[in-house]
T-cell receptor
Framework: AQSVTQPDIHITVSEGASLELRCNYSYGATPYLFWYVQSPGQGLQLLLKYFSGDTLVQGIKGFEAEFKRSQSSFNLRKPSVHWSDAAEYFCAVAAYGGATNKLIFGTGTLLAVQP | NAGVTQTPKFQVLKTGQSMTLQCAQDMNHNSMYWYRQDPGMGLRLIYYSASEGTTDKGEVPNGYNVSRLNKREFSLRLESAAPSQTSVYFC?????????????FGEGSRLTVL
């Protein structure tokens, strides 16, 4: 069965510092992988996605993620964090089947940004 | 652009009461989904609808029913609410051919069952 693990429940970084959020997946075939961000009181917004091809994908708001098949990982990175990046981040894998598809989400990583 | 609209945003129920969460999207999307979000558990799929007239169970369907009223609207009903259904509920939609997982989410409906 497909699953996603985000080992870090809560991370605090200083503004301007670099960021890496970890994500590990379990999936039998080539995965479709995603990162979503949720600001307080809001719905989820897609940051970036990986379907195939280049293993380093760029997303919105200066985020990038690297797919590493050998490590079953899809870590999210940002070179310099801004205070507005404080939010909860969810990694997800698509369980594709039939007429539609279903997203399996990780439990999320809550990011706090210190001034 | 409204996108995905959920009503109500907040609701408090007593155990055993019933209610319906409404969801509407104005993006002409084919697929719609209901998720629940609980602390430390991420988002879990309750029901989804691949297209108008079809619905399927997700990971945690017990205690819920859904109706895909038309292409725009997908409602979630709790027939007899239980405290375990206290959660934040998210509706999402996806266009056909958009690729797996590119979901657009509403802002959520926070439900408390006493």
């Amino acid at each position: 069965a497909q699953s996603v693990t985000q080992p870090d429940i809560h991370i605090t970084v200083s503004e301007g510092a670099s960021l890496e959020l970890r994500c590990n997946y379990s999936y039998g075939a080539t995965p479709y992988l995603f990162w979503y961000v949720q600001s307080p009181g809001q719905g989820l917004q897609l940051l970036l996605k990986y379907f195939s091809g280049d293993t380093l994908v760029q997303g919105i708001k200066g985020f990038e993620a690297e797919f590493k098949r050998s490590q079953s990982s899809f870590n999210l990175r940002k070179p310099s964090v801004h205070w507005s990046d404080a939010a909860e981040y969810f990694c997800a894998v698509a369980a594709y089947g039939g007429a539609t598809n279903k997203l399996i989400f990780g439990t999320g990583t809550l990011l706090a940004v210190q001034p | 652009n409204a996108g995905v609209t959920q009503t109500p945003k907040f609701q408090v129920l007593k155990t055993g009461q019933s209610m319906t969460l409404q969801c509407a999207q104005d993006m002409n999307h084919n697929s719609m989904y209901w998720y629940r979000q609980d602390p430390g558990m991420g988002l879990r799929l309750i029901y989804y609808s691949a297209s108008e007239g079809t619905t399927d169970k997700g990971e945690v369907p017990n205690g819920y029913n859904v109706s895909r009223l038309n292409k725009r609207e997908f409602s979630l009903r709790l027939e007899s609410a239980a405290p375990s259904q206290t959660s934040v509920y998210f509706c999402a939609s996806r266009a056909a051919g958009q690729g797996p997982g590119e979901l657009f989410f509403g802002e959520g409906s926070r439900l408390t069952v006493l």
